[in-house]
């Protein structure tokens, strides 16, 4: 059952519906995007700076002013208000509209509501949406960005320690990871060979100046693969020091 308050920030939605509609926004879904496309970037900003100052609101403020000031002005000028809290139970709630007033009073001068990202530094519906979130009870359940696409996700608990927005993304980027590894030991395990292979090509007495590249291939177990194009690459790369040419021996 969604957590709720006497108080409700987007037009009445408890904050388990108001967490819902910020990861909306962040994730670029189609049916908020639509309605405030210019806010979705600012606001993903915003929650970056969030993620920056560890969770920490405080730190935030400290971190970044200019957003701050931002928030006091933003909040400042759209107050919430107080309605009956029916029906529910007896009481009041505060409910903290979307910025109407604001875009109205646009319209009224004749601008048209998408001209309002053009006219502020800061997208007011960015801001009335982070404020939402920062008051928001169940805001430490937002995950992500996830490490592999990108995308936002709701925690089940605070403390829970979900890293990916699904468990297909887990079990691919773990899968790489391990493919990786793999393919790092398989590598150390070739130049450890060709390191040896090229102490005997050193210290071997020889009157020809054949390819060492040639020579260290052919030299080393079949079962893996080192070919010249390695070679040359681990050279390349600074893995491989490539041996000085011997003179010929006078016969």
Same mark, same amino acid.
């Given at each position: 059952?969604?957590?709720?308050?006497?108080?409700?920030?987007?037009?009445?939605? !408890?904050?388990?519906?108001?967490?819902?509609?910020?990861?909306?926004?962040?994730?670029?879904? $189609?049916?908020?995007?639509?309605?405030?496309?210019?806010?979705?970037?600012?606001?993903?900003?915003?929650?970056?700076?969030?993620?920056?100052?560890?969770? !920490?609101?405080?730190?935030? $403020?400290?971190?970044?002013?200019?957003?701050?000031?931002?928030?006091?002005? #933003?909040? *400042? +000028?759209?107050?919430? #208000?107080?309605?009956?809290?029916? %029906?529910?139970?007896?009481?009041?709630?505060?409910?903290? &509209?979307? %910025?109407?007033?604001?875009? +109205? @009073?646009?319209? @009224?001068?004749?601008?048209?509501? $998408? /001209?309002? @990202?053009?006219?502020?530094?800061? /997208?007011?519906?960015?801001? #009335?949406?982070?404020?939402?979130?920062?008051?928001?009870?169940? +805001?430490?359940?937002?995950?992500?960005?996830?490490?592999?696409?990108?995308?936002?996700?709701? =925690? +089940?608990?605070?403390?829970?320690? *979900?890293?990916?927005? /699904?468990?297909?993304?887990?079990?691919?980027?773990?899968?790489?990871?391990?493919?990786?590894? *793999?393919?790092?030991?398989? =590598?150390?395990?070739?130049?450890?060979?060709?390191?040896?292979?090229?102490?005997?090509?050193?210290?071997?007495? &020889?009157?020809?100046?054949?390819?060492?590249?040639?020579?260290?291939?052919?030299? $080393? @177990?079949?079962?893996?693969?080192?070919?010249?194009?390695?070679?040359? #690459?681990?050279?390349?790369?600074?893995?491989?020091?490539?041996?000085?040419?011997?003179?010929? &021996?006078?016969?």
């Amino acid at each position: 059952m969604a957590t709720r308050r006497k108080s409700r920030w987007l037009d009445g939605l !408890n904050p388990q519906e108001e967490l819902e509609i910020v990861l909306g926004y962040l994730n670029g879904d $189609v049916k908020y995007v639509t309605a405030w496309r210019h806010a979705a970037s600012q606001l993903k900003q915003f929650i970056e700076q969030w993620n920056g100052s560890k969770r !920490n609101t405080g730190l935030l $403020v400290r971190d970044n002013p200019e957003l701050w000031e931002g928030i006091q002005e #933003h909040y *400042k +000028r759209n107050p919430p #208000h107080l309605f009956p809290n029916y %029906p529910d139970e007896d009481g009041l709630v505060l409910v903290w &509209r979307f %910025p109407a007033v604001v875009t +109205r @009073s646009l319209r @009224s001068e004749g601008q048209d509501m $998408v /001209s309002l @990202s053009e006219m502020l530094p800061i /997208s007011p519906e960015a801001l #009335h949406l982070f404020i939402s979130f920062l008051l928001n009870p169940l +805001r430490h359940r937002l995950g992500g960005p996830c490490p592999r696409c990108g995308r936002y996700f709701l =925690r +089940r608990t605070n403390r829970n320690p *979900k890293v990916y927005c /699904s468990r297909d993304c887990g079990l691919k980027t773990t899968a790489k990871i391990a493919m990786k590894a *793999k393919r790092d030991e398989e =590598r150390r395990q070739k130049l450890q060979i060709v390191q040896q292979a090229l102490e005997e090509w050193t210290n071997k007495k &020889r009157t020809d100046d054949s390819d060492w590249k040639i020579w260290v291939s052919r030299r $080393v @177990s079949p079962e893996l693969v080192i070919t010249p194009k390695f070679l040359t #690459h681990a050279v390349k790369r600074g893995e491989v020091k490539e041996p000085g040419r011997k003179k010929q &021996r006078e016969r």
